[in-house]
């Protein structure tokens, strides 16, 4: 599937003109006028290169709004030799590269490959920590507090004094939940619920 990338530029030209190069490496490619107009469009693509100074909204500004929307979307900014500063504050916020104007073609488009390898992974990554969520679930209230006390690292027999049950039950409920996650040790229960996003508490 061709990938989609996403120019925003004030300047018509220098959309026209990367759009043209975009296209001939056999991308797919939309443009906008401006960040706001990409925000109202729907937030589509695999890629965004944006230039840094634009009337309402500001490549920095466009990159925390995508942060704020959990949108996993690389941004490429490109920027004038005076915004160097604040291209690098953009690339603290998240960005994943800035680029000098006048562009070189050659690098932008190895930035975009590098942008679009490291999308397909935020996105695999993504993918794995929800299918991780939504075993975990599927455990009961008492099976979710035994994973978190074991994600703590604590025995069965803390376990059981932490909860008030006995270590049998503990064991009981240890082996439920690894047949329900599909984990054949501690380890990869451990594993599994870090990925979640879950650490115990």
Do not use: W
């Amino acid at each position: 599937m061709t990938a989609l990338l996403v120019v925003i530029d004030d300047h018509e030209g220098v959309r026209h003109s990367l759009r043209a190069l975009f296209e001939s490496a056999g991308y797919e490619i939309e443009d906008f006028p401006s960040a706001v107009a990409y925000l109202a469009g729907g937030m589509k693509g695999d890629c965004i290169i944006a230039d840094f100074r634009m009337p309402q909204m500001s490549g920095l500004e466009l990159q925390q709004e995508l942060l704020r929307r959990n949108a996993q979307v690389p941004l490429i900014v490109m920027t004038g030799h005076g915004d160097v500063a604040l291209a690098v504050a953009a690339l603290r916020a998240g960005a994943l590269d800035f680029l000098e104007k006048p562009l070189d073609d050659e690098q932008l488009l190895d930035s975009v490959n590098v942008a679009l390898a490291h999308g397909r992974k935020t996105r695999c990554s993504a993918q794995v920590s929800a299918d991780a969520a939504e075993l975990i679930a599927t455990l009961t209230l008492r099976e979710r507090e035994v994973l978190d006390c074991l994600v703590l690292g604590l025995t069965n027999k803390l376990v059981a004094h932490r909860l008030g049950i006995s270590p049998r039950t503990v064991e009981t409920h240890r082996a439920r939940v690894q047949l329900k996650l599909d984990a054949r040790d501690l380890s990869k229960l451990v594993r599994l619920s870090i990925v979640a996003g879950n650490r115990g508490g």
